[in-house]
């Protein structure tokens, strides 16, 4: 854990890509968002753990990670002679960017109220003088 703010900002900043920045994925989430860019198709976490040549459990948690973090859709296919299986794709790179936009922007103004709260908190008051010690 960080021991100050600057220390976390340093330790954010040595992040990577934005994937990892933003949301704190691991290098298997960004090599099924990767897999899933690639690909023209929805697929399957059966077919995502083959291709990745993990188990489905890893898999899974893989694409519920970066279902959580808003860079996957997951879609319903209905069988015919009843039941369904779910298939997973990226969402669209521009909706993501606009939400990240957004984020960040909620930040930047969190931490702007902030500074400003504390300014008005510690700041000395006009007029007023040190204490005389005596």
Known sequence: MADS????????????????????????????FRLLNDVDEPLTVDEIADHIERERSTAYRSVKRLLQAGFLQKDQVN???????????PRD???????????LNDWYAKMGQ??????????????????IEG
């Open 5 to 32: 703010m600057g220390e976390m900002l340093r330790q954010d900043m040595q992040c990577e890509g934005l994937l990892e920045c933003f949301h704190d994925l691991k290098e298997i989430d960004k090599d099924v």
């Open 79 to 89: 069988y015919e002679q009843g039941g369904y299986y779910h298939v997973y794709h």
């Open 114 to 131: 902030l500074i400003g709260e504390f300014g008005e908190k510690y700041a000395d008051e006009p007029g007023q003088s040190p204490p």
């Open 93 to 103: 790179a521009d909706e993501i960017t606009q939400e990240m936009q957004r984020m």
